[in-house]
């Protein structure tokens, strides 16, 4: 029970598998939480020489984030990091003149309220273990660029992703007095299921220069962003913002 411990949602597949494997290689054991069955990524920790734990669960119910905990706390009596990375984009894209509030809620209930619970019930036990332990503790967030880009194609996306953000600055100040750092990861086009659909949309932008950078981001990106807040590398920092993104946020003429 010496090494630290991560938990990584949404962690089956895509940047979550990524972040998974990179805590691992890094020295940690890792849980991982999915709605799909997490196996592959248990083995790449595992791969890694670390100790893995997987766990099918929903992050929006209440009783699969109680039932979360208690597995993580009885298999490895600690958690040292939290990557509220699950996530989701509208099953199908609709002008915001036409958005559904069943879109609405699933989305912002998987991206959004699910990891602000989750949050608080880990930090709460954080807060706990602080008072025995000195270790490194911290919440990583990813967000998106879709946080300040408007996409009235998926308005329900965007709002979750922007909400994330202001999720990240309010742990953060409530985190500080307790030594628990808090960041936002700010991924932009990433190569995963989720942007399959729109390939050839931004093959082509990514062409013409919609990024300084000339490529897609891949999972590995953001993994590596990850793991430099996950082994306390910004300790004299928090609430910030790291974005991924091949430039994308750079503002230029």
């Known amino acids: 029970m010496d090494a630290p411990v991560a938990l990584v949602t949404g962690a089956a597949r895509g940047i979550g598998a ?21 196996t592959e990524s248990v083995r ?24 979360l905990l208690e597995r993580i706390d009885r298999t490895f ?32 209930g998987i991206n959004l309220k699910g990891p602000y619970f989750l949050t608080q019930h880990v930090a709460n036990w954080m807060i ?16 998106s660029m879709s946080s300040y880009t408007a996409s009235p194609s998926r308005g329900e996306y965007c709002l979750s992703k922007a909400g ?43 062409a013409e220069g919609l990024t300084p ?4 981001g891949q999972p590995a990106d953001v993994a590596g962003a990850v793991a430099v807040c996950a082994r306390g ?3 004299f920092s928090t609430g910030e913002i790291i974005n991924v993104d091949g430039g994308f946020h750079v503002q230029r003429l």
Do not use: H
């Not at 100790?51 to 209440?62: E, M, N, W």
């Not at 706990?128 to 967000?143: A, F, K, P, Q, T």
């Not at 950078?213 to 897609?216: A, D, P, S």
């Open 18 to 38: 990524a972040i998974a494997a990179e805590l691992a290689a890094g020295g940690m054991d890792v849980a991982v939480l999915d709605v799909l069955e997490p």
């Open 44 to 67: 790449a920790v595992e791969a890694a020489g670390r100790k893995g734990l997987g766990i099918v669960g929903d992050v929006t119910r209440a009783e699969d984030r109680e039932k």
């Open 77 to 108: 009596g600690r958690l040292d990091v939290l990557v509220n990375n699950a996530g989701v984009a509208p099953k199908v894209r609709a002008d915001i003149l036409e958005a559904t509030e069943e879109s609405y809620d699933r989305v912002m």
């Open 128 to 143: 706990r273990r602080r008072e025995s332990c000195d270790d490194w503790m911290c919440i990583v967030n990813i967000g």
């Open 164 to 206: 994330v953000s202001m999720a990240t600055q309010l742990w953060a100040t409530r985190l500080a007095d307790f030594g628990i750092g808090v960041y936002e990861i700010r991924p932009g086009i990433i190569a995963t299921d989720m942007t399959s659909t729109v390939k050839d949309k931004y093959d082509k932008l990514i």
């Open 213 to 216: 950078i000339r490529r897609w």
């Open 233 to 235: 590398e910004l300790k």
